[in-house]
């Protein structure tokens, strides 16, 4: 099936400082990609719609000016938590829908998981 | 919010079938019920989906009550590999068929736990 494929898998930051984490799509093309944050023993929720070409749509209580998202080919998206606090420390999920395929399946990254001290 | 509702547990004996429930009371004609796990520390996994008809991949099986308000997912052999989180969610099909945007919301689905 589809490949979706995140990087940095994990990355330690410190406090203040911004962190980029890119998610492409290996073997297909995706005009739509979905950033998740899931914290620890909690489900995924959803922060934002990254659409190719123009701007992302975020989720109510996300701030678009901490968590700048860039979907500037159809294979890459990439999300950069500027200022990062130790709150921001999660496990970061995208996720992109290959509708050449079966529009049903919506493939994840392996997620990158952010801790800031 | 999620619009399904699912037990927060399970076990599950190594070889075993594991049947797992959910409820989608509120689902609408348009809406497909997806089935995705987690395991620990990874993206989610897509396991099968289905609008009405039963469904089966080599991963599982997808039965829909005929009134469609609930579903069962089953893997048919369970192995220690398939313990996980199992998310059951409802949703249009975007993309392709326009409407929604295709994205999904997650509830705090079923930790299955498969035990030797």
């Known amino acids: 099936g589809a490949v979706v494929s995140q990087h940095p898998s994990w990355v330690i930051c410190k406090s203040g400082t911004s962190v980029k984490i890119e998610c492409r799509s290996l073997?297909?093309?995706?005009?739509?990609m979905f950033w998740y944050r899931q914290f620890p023993k909690q489900s995924l929720m959803l922060m934002a719609t990254?659409?190719?070409?123009?701007?992302?749509?975020?989720e109510q209580g996300v701030e678009k000016d901490k968590f700048l998202i860039n979907h500037a080919s159809l294979t890459l998206s990439t999300l950069t938590v500027t200022s990062a606090h130790p709150e921001d420390s999660s496990f970061y999920i995208c996720s992109a829908r290959d509708i050449g395929l079966n529009p049903g399946e919506l493939f994840f990254g392996e997620g990158s998981r952010l801790t800031v001290l | 919010d999620a619009k399904t509702t699912q037990p927060t547990s399970m076990d599950c004996a190594e070889g075993r079938a594991a049947n797992l429930p959910c409820n989608h009371s509120?689902?609408?004609?348009?809406?497909?019920v997806y089935w995705y796990r987690q395991i620990h520390s990874q993206g989610p996994q897509y396991i099968i989906h289905g609008l009405k008809n039963n469904e089966t991949n080599e991963m599982a099986s997808l039965i829909i009550t005929e009134d469609r308000k609930s579903s069962t997912l089953i893997l048919p052999h369970a192995t220690l590999r398939d313990t996980a989180v199992y998310y059951c969610?409802?949703?249009?099909?975007?993309?392709?068929?326009?409407?929604?945007?295709?994205?999904?919301?997650f509830g705090k689905g079923t930790k299955l736990s498969v035990k030797p």
């Open positions: 969610i409802v949703s249009p099909a975007g993309g392709f068929y326009g409407g929604s945007q295709g994205n999904l919301i």
């Open positions: 509120t689902i609408s004609g348009n809406e497909y």
């Open positions: 990254s659409n190719e070409g123009s701007k992302a749509t975020y």
């Open positions: 073997d297909f093309q995706a005009t739509t």
